[in-house]
């Protein structure tokens, strides 16, 4: 009885970094179990065959498991793979939430790449172990409730104590009180400290003031601002 050989999985690369481009073709065409596209140099999209894995960064990678596809579409069910230098817990988390298989910090060992890539293939996931390890670490630390995100967001803009209670609609010693739990969780000598030490964790990135309390916010000052405009007289 013949045997056809299983098919190599096909992985698509289209990473922004033009040497880092060059450098996971190459690396992955010495691997003879993989058959190697890479975006914009390849043959027309319509022309490859199904994907199993998508290489590529990490606002790409955010960018692609939010996007609905056609059923022809050879990226239907691709998988996709984070390879940054992104190492902040938040941001991991983040897009193993939205989606990506997997996530590899730049500078691993080419045998944990390869591993990788090869995993997300086959369907499953993968993260490598820089990033395995924060995670792990993040397990390790009290999670900061949501009032302290919201004044930890603010405080990282310089806001004072006395701003950020105006702004969140709370007590000057409720922000006190919100500080000190930061910078405890933190472990923070100080709020420039725990500003950074946020930065770094992606903790506040991206993060606003809730929608009704903005919206709340303009309808004060639009109250206060009417009697005004209504006495106004000639």
């Keep these: ?12 690369v289209m990473h922004p970094d033009p040497l880092l481009r060059a450098g996971l073709v190459a690396a992955l065409h010495q691997e003879a179990g993989f058959e190697v596209f890479v975006d914009g140099v390849a043959d027309r ?20 498991t939010g996007t609905v596809r056609c059923a022809d579409d050879p990226l ?4 996709v793979l984070v390879l940054t230098a992104n190492e902040r817990e938040a941001d991991i988390r983040r897009a193993i939430e939205v989606g990506v298989h997997g996530y590899i910090l730049q500078g691993c060992p080419m045998a944990e790449l390869i591993e990788g890539v090869a995993t997300v293939a086959r369907g499953l ?3 490598s ?7 792990a670490d993040s397990l390790t630390r009290t999670s900061l409730t949501l009032r302290e995100l ?36 933190l472990g ?13 964790r992606g903790l506040v990135e991206r993060r606003t003031l809730p929608e009704p309390l903005i919206r709340g916010r303009g309808a004060a000052l639009a109250s206060r601002a009417q009697p005004a405009r209504a006495t106004a007289g000639p």
């Design 1 to 12: 009885m013949n045997h056809v050989a299983p098919c190599p999985p096909t992985v698509l």
């Design 76 to 79: 239907a069910t691709a998988r």
């Design 129 to 135: 172990r820089g990033a395995a390890q924060r995670m």
């Design 125 to 127: 996931r993968y993260v």
């Design 188 to 200: 923070a000598a100080s709020r420039t400290q725990a500003a950074g030490i946020a930065t770094t």
């Design 150 to 185: 919201d004044v930890l967001s603010l405080l990282v803009t310089g806001e004072s104590n006395k701003s950020i209670a105006r702004k969140l609609r709370i007590e000057a010693g409720t922000v006190k009180s919100h500080m000190m739990a930061i910078m405890n969780k």
């Design 45 to 64: 999209v319509a022309d490859r065959p199904r994907i199993k894995a998508i290489i590529t960064d990490y606002d790409n990678a955010m960018r692609l």
